[in-house]
């Protein structure tokens, strides 16, 4: 599910415009957590740190968290670990409910 349109939210805080809308809006919101959380991961497992020898120097550490966070993001594209869309199952249920 790709967002097609943005989402314009009322004073109130209530989205404005059709359901697809609001549900596409979700979905990607739950896909970034999903993206963030496996960046973390990533970072935990050192994925991204410079090599001991031969390493890219100081550029490679200081841009090691982008290489983490499209890595993560690539992950999420290919179904991820399913975080994502219990996030939207989540958020989509608490839209309706209000």
């Excluded at 989402?7 to 739950?30: H, K």
């Amino acid at each position: 599910m790709n967002p097609t349109a943005p989402v314009s939210l009322a004073p109130s805080g209530r989205p404005i415009g059709t359901t697809e809308q609001r549900d596409a809006a979700l979905f990607q919101a739950a896909q970034d957590l999903e993206a963030s959380f496996l960046a973390e991961m990533l970072k935990s497992a050192g994925f991204g740190k410079p090599r001991d020898a031969y390493g890219g120097g100081i550029g490679e550490d200081q841009f090691g968290s982008f290489l983490r966070q499209e890595q993560a993001k690539e992950m999420v594209k290919q179904g991820g670990i399913g975080l994502a869309e219990s996030l939207y199952e989540a958020l989509k249920e608490r839209a309706d409910a209000q």
